[in-house]
């Protein structure tokens, strides 16, 4: 006999709000938690079958939870997919959603605006806050760092923020808390620049290469830059000597803030996002990691990673948050890369491992391996543990959870967003029937259509035709001897892509 909650979750598909037949409505957790790494693959995790990446904690998630295998980025790298799950729309809707540089405007829209991820959880009752990588820029254009900065993640929904301001490998290398430098000395004021110009004093990679930890070394000229902390950055920095982070107390840093957050949100509902540095570069693990996985210095800071999220577990729950009424979304910005800007012995010490095994390609390109990201969702007691082969996308979270929480969305927020909730909670293996995903160097997209993967031709390549059922790792182009389907998903493709064009 069918479970009523289950009947009832089938026959209202909107969830708004969920009922079971007796009338008992499915309870909302009282703690969320959106966990964020950043640059790891599917297969860089024991969860997802890798035996030389023993992940505890990530793994008692997906024991106690749903592991999707079919989950997705929007995008090959950061700031798109990052800004896809906040807003629920296609990056390439809005114009300067590439990487950005570290001194960029915000591109998440104004409460004023548009609806994002925060903004809604704020609608639902939670504390909000976002920690960790941000990397969705800041300010309207001109940011003086040091002065209060506007707009911030407050504005976008946030009640508290605790975030790198870019990535690590870009300046400022500073932590801006609810919109201010942390720990900056007004005597000592920061300056930033992505023009090339260097400032008095500033010390680079090729002036001063002997200032450089071994791992710290770049292996390209972007990342020859300001050296801080011994390690040469993406942009030009001065100042703030006070305010600048210790690359191996990232982790914990940002780790600390968001126990604090859980701890004062003294029982009230709490929606935390919460990003990590790791595994993107540059990797610098506390002493007390590395050399502790079999990866050399990038499994080191996977295993970093890994403790930031058992802490967190630990957190909740010792702040009266009970597993039962926590909900934990653990999933990547996008796919996995092994050497990216840095001579950090990486490729030596992963040969050998594919980090997104089963499928090819990684971090910037648009093959499987590019988006589909570790996806592991727990809340114990309403979602059990198995595995979920439903095609899902991060941009969903926001319509999903808005139908978990009972929100009604704002008319034209979350345009591409889709509630999945049936599929979330693992009441169903059906979910998205399509998704465009988009590779780093613009225009290139690709279009999921069930199993179905079509990229269309690009410079010297041809159009590409994948049954990924039967290819997974998308060796096999089936556009000569299927030109039929290959003609089908390439005018669906430009359909949906001009549609969505900014």
Known sequence: MRH???????????????????NVSLARPRAILLFMADDLGYNDTSAYGCEKAPCPNVQRLADQGLLFTDAHSTNSVCTPSRYSLLTGQYAWRQKGTGILP????????????????????????????AIGKWHLGLGSGHIDWNQPISPAPADVGFDYSFIMAATGDRVPCVYVEDGKVRNLDPQDPIRVNYRGET??????????????????????????????????RIGHMSGGTSALWKDQDIADDITAAAERFITGCAGRPLFLYFCTNDIHVPRDPHARFRGKSSLGIRGDVTLQMDDSLGRLMTALQQAGYKPEETLIIFTSDNGPVISDGY????????????????????????????????FIVSWPGTIKPGTNPALMCQMDIGRTLAALCNIEIPAGSMRDSENHLPALLGLSQQAR???????????????????WKYIPAFRRQPERLFNLSTDPAEKHNLAPTQPDKAAELHTRLKKLTRESKH
């Open 343 to 374: 001579e950090d012995g990486a490729r030596k010490a992963c040969a050998g491992h594919q980090p997104a095994h089963p499928w090819s390609g990684g971090k910037y390109t648009l093959l499987e391996g590019g988006t589909r990201v570790p």
């Open 102 to 129: 570290g001194d960029a405007a915000l591109i998440l829209p104004t409460r004023d605006k548009a609806a994002t991820l925060g903004t809604l959880m704020q609608q639902a009752g939670y504390r909000t806050a």
């Open 433 to 451: 029937t399509e998704l465009v995903t988009q590779a780093f160097e613009a225009p290139r997209y690709a279009l999921r259509s069930g199993q």
């Open 4 to 22: 009523p909650l289950i009947t009832a979750l089938l026959a209202f598909c909107t969830l708004l709000p969920v009922y079971a037949a007796d």
């Open 199 to 232: 400032y008095p004093g500033e010390k680079t990679a090729t002036t001063h290469p002997e200032l450089l930890k071994p791992w710290g070394r770049p292996s390209n000229r972007q990342h020859a830059d300001t050296i801080i902390d011994g390690i040469s």
